[in-house]
């Protein structure tokens, strides 16, 4: 065991124990509010350029499965724990989080108080931090972070580089892959789907030709706004098949039709978020890991409907269009890790998907 520190941009210091890799780390720090989850939180994509604490204060205590990646090669760019469990105790478990940290090359920090360094970062708001040895002097680092820009190429990092296909016999789903987590194809693959992956910048004209039942855009790291050539897609998509958003899929949705997405103060992470559905008057416990919304104001000069929001503050969880068939949601549907409640939007998607074949069809018969 050795001694590592976590070094905020504003100049607080955590001293700790170093596990997992002893590589040194710079990003944004965020919180994250579940219970339970950290491999698939750690394994999230949208984590990239990120780094995570856990509100909860033992981490590692049913070791890593086969079962629950949401990615084959994590993002993420280091963990900070309360306290690490040496000795996980899991049917499951095949290896601890120590080594597989080790073995993806992710720095922990543990023994960190990690309730402070929450309360920090919701009086704050997200912040840069690194992830160090402790020879470094303090001074040093924060003049480094105050200096050096955040990452803005995230989806480009972790988005598939080729597209490729898992078969199925069902309807034929494009899913465009941001940084996608494995639990949205997982839900296609459920439901019986021909799914056909593509990198975030393949172009309207070539998502046409693979004649898709319905287009699936998938959740991702970073700044909406840094993806300009996804939101053009998105709008030229618009308006032909069917199109569900989860979370950056929401987001670039929401900018191609005109509205604004703004950075949160510390966003929302975790598996025990409640969002309310405005058209049922009923309440949903989601799985959620963004730091940008939509500004709810912006929606008044667009088609966009305002269907879910927060109860936690009232920002945008949900949206509908109101001429083309596309909506959104902000948080994940396919949990991973968190609460199934509002799985049934897959099965949303594929209803309008069956919908719009119906209509087309009545179409051709006037
Ligand atoms: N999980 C996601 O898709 C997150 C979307 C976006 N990167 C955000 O932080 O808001």
Redo the contacts with the bound molecule.
Sequence with gaps: MYMKQLVLEDGTVFVGKGFGSDRESFGEIVFNTGMTGYQEVIS?P??CGQMVTFTYPLVGNYGINRDDFETVDPAILGVVVKEHCKHPSNFRNEETLDEFLKAKRIPGISGVDTRKLTKIIRKHGTMKAMITSTDRPVEQLVDFMRNTPLATD?VKQVSTVKPYVVPGRGYRIVLID??M?HGILREFTKRSCHVTVVPYNTSAEEIERLRPDGIML???????KDVPEAIQTVRKLMGHVPIFG??????LIALASGAD?V??KF?HRGGNQPVKDLRTNSTAITS??????VDRDSLESTQLSLTQISLNDGTVEGLEHQSVNVFSV?Y?PESSPGPEDTSSLFDEFLTRITESHKEAKEALHV
């Design positions: 999230d949208s984590y995230q941001y940084g987590k998938s959740n991702g790291p970073g700044d909406p989860i979370c950056l899929g929401h987001q997405t950075k949160m966003g959620q890991n963004h730091g940008y919304a902000q994940h």
